[in-house]
């Protein structure tokens, strides 16, 4: 049988307009919320649309009615079927203080396992520096760590002039980019099923580690802790938390121990990385500034105490707002069975 | 299997299908974009000089960082507000949805933007181009994570068959009992297929289009034989538009003719 097209299109017309127009408004104001009525009358569009696709799929091969059929059914349907909040407001205040440390602790053991890859990078680093100094340059490819410490200590300490005078925001500007870039980076790479993203801490660990045992061996802990707790005790947790990022995109991948499918288990995570993703930008802008700021400046300039205390401050703020930010202290309501 | 239509079952059972964009048209879209964020890097660079004459290091300062946000931020803000669409994906057409056809959420968006950084590794999108290829719904890494799919978009708008066959005078009306069964001996495809032929018909080149016609109506011709006062001086194209007009407004036809009839039986004898 093939269906009368004029017919069809005359009869189904002034409901797929009126459709049409109810879809307009609805994507131009995602806010709107419509009254029960209009979503009924919305519904029944939808549904005697839906119903004159299936006809017209049955009994006409007519493509051009159809594509705009699917079209509108297609819109319908994501505005109908759709469970998700609407996401159009941000609330950055409380995204800040609620949702990020609430999303950070709910995958906790995903950082966890993050630390564990970075503490396993800094023993290899600190180990392989231990016991073959000359593996530095391997280990270390940046000029300005191949220095000795103690002549980089001694040089820093006799500084008379400000070395970042006049540069101090750029620098700052290009250290909050560098990191927010290999933050999303390692983030990213939880798509090769997490062999990228282990890639990136452990590596990060293996400088952090070398580095740290450079300074140590060399008995300039307290300059070392100077130089890095200001900056370091932010940015390094934001590079675990990209880890922890990563790692929550590579367990969704492989999908041990759920019976979800890729796609639901991936849709599941997709709000959190957004938010952990957002979480680090913010630190790393932070830790931006702290360090153009404060750690390139030593002794006698900033005592080394002031700022290692500073760093402390920062640590515990950092584990506070990360532990306890968001936590809700009010017992949980009693359901109807309890 | 790859293919190039996603075809999506909603829970009242109706299917509809949406148009997979492909790499080679989704690698130009992305190329007018890296124009877009370049042009707006020169605006932003040269206004960024301006403020140089105050401060300089405040100026690269900002210049840096202005890079960084519109380099990562101009494919979130633009498919968030335009609702799955960059400049580029506009001019091609494009637009990214959710995989299951559902409202695209802020963090899809997010995500398929974040991910670039892996599918863009080691030069111009090579992994996310190979990823692109090979994958059933044409997606490239970020669009794995996010779960979306980028799907072409034509202009729809409400179908207007009335122009091409309302208003025609058709010969083969005045044979009731042999245009029934020219509708029964033609199948839906090769109804659709002369249909087709008609509605594309000015896009054909001339010569290629008098053959064409000439082939579909030699075919339609020996469907059901009409007799000659039917087909003289007729010529292909039309005869095909009259068959589809046959074919499409069967109802419509019968619809008059009662109302004809109708209006003649209610006229007043020996007026």
């Not at chain 2, 202009?155 to 009731?176: M, T, V, Y």
Request: proline fraction near 4%; aromatic fraction near 10%.
């Amino acid at each position: 049988m093939i269906i009368d097209l004029q017919k069809f299109i005359a009869t189904g017309r002034p409901f797929w307009t009126e459709l049409e127009a109810m879809l307009a408004r609805l994507e131009a104001e995602p806010d709107l919320r419509m009254p029960l009525g209009q979503l009924q009358l919305f519904h029944q569009l939808y549904e005697r649309t839906a119903a004159d696709l299936a006809k017209l799929t049955t009994f006409s091969s007519e493509p051009e009615t159809r594509r705009y059929l699917e079209n509108l059914v297609a819109r319908a349907y994501g505005e109908i079927h759709e469970t998700r909040d609407k996401q159009r407001r941000i609330f950055p205040w409380k995204w800040f203080f609620q949702t990020l440390p609430q999303t950070f602790r709910r995958h906790v053991r995903a950082f966890y396992l993050s630390v564990a890859i970075t503490l396993a990078g800094c023993a290899f680093g600190g180990l392989a520096i231990a016991f073959d100094p000359d593996a530095k340059p391997v280990l270390m490819p940046f000029s300005h760590l191949l220095q000795d410490p103690r002549k980089r200590v001694a040089e820093e300490e006799k500084a008379a002039n400000d070395r970042l005078a006049g540069h101090k925001t750029e620098f700052s500007a290009e250290l909050m980019t560098h990191n927010t870039k290999v933050s999303i980076l390692t983030l990213a790479l939880g798509m090769t099923w997490g062999v990228g993203t282990i890639i990136m801490l452990f590596y990060n660990g293996v400088i952090l580690g070398a580095v740290s045992v450079d300074y140590i061996h060399s008995g300039e802990t307290k300059f070392l802790m100077g130089w890095l707790m200001p900056h370091g005790v932010i940015e390094i947790p934001a590079i675990l938390i990209a880890g922890q990022a990563g790692l929550l995109l590579a367990f969704a991948l492989i999908g041990r121990g759920t019976r979800a499918s890729l796609k639901t288990r991936l849709r599941e995570i997709s709000g959190d990385l957004a938010t952990l993703i957002g979480g680090v930008g913010v630190m790393l802008v932070w830790a931006g500034f702290i360090e153009a700021f404060l750690s390139q400046y030593h002794q006698p300039v900033i005592p080394y105490e002031v700022k290692i205390a500073f760093g402390f401050v920062e640590l515990i703020l950092l584990f506070l707002f990360l532990a306890k930010s968001g936590a809700n202290k009010k017992p949980a309501a009693k359901t109807l069975d309890e | 299997m790859k293919t190039s239509t996603l075809f999506i079952r909603t829970p009242e059972g109706i299917v509809f299908s949406q148009l997979l964009a492909g790499p080679v048209t989704r690698f130009f879209a992305w190329f007018i974009d890296q124009l877009c964020i370049g042009a707006a890097m020169s605006l932003l660079g040269s206004l960024l000089d301006l403020l140089g004459m105050v401060s300089l290091n405040f100026a690269v300062a900002l210049n840096v960082i202005a890079y960084f946000i519109v380099g990562i931020g101009y494919g979130i803000f633009f498919e968030w507000t335009w609702r799955g669409q960059t400049v580029g994906k506009k001019l091609f057409r494009l637009r990214v949805v959710d995989v299951d056809g559902m409202r695209l959420q802020f963090n899809q968006i997010v995500v398929r933007n974040l991910l670039r950084f892996v599918d863009e590794l080691p030069v111009f999108y090579f992994v996310g181009g190979l990823t692109c290829w090979l994958n059933s719904k044409c997606q490239r890494l970020g669009d794995i994570a996010a779960n979306t799919i980028v799907i072409r978009a034509p202009r729809i708008a409400e179908p207007d068959l009335d122009q091409l066959l309302a208003g025609k005078f058709n010969s083969l009306r005045q044979f009731p009992h042999l245009a029934a069964r020219l509708r029964q001996n033609v199948s839906p495809m090769e109804a659709n297929t002369a249909l087709q032929a008609l509605l594309r018909r000015n896009e054909f080149d001339p010569v290629a289009r008098v053959e064409l016609f000439g082939e579909l109506a030699a075919h339609f011709r020996g469907k059901v034989e009409f007799p000659a006062e039917a087909m003289d001086g007729v010529a292909d194209e039309q005869f095909v538009r009259n068959v589809v007009d046959v074919i499409y407004r069967t109802h419509a036809e019968n619809a008059a003719g009662k109302a004809a009839v109708t209006a003649v039986e209610a006229w007043p004898a020996g007026v």
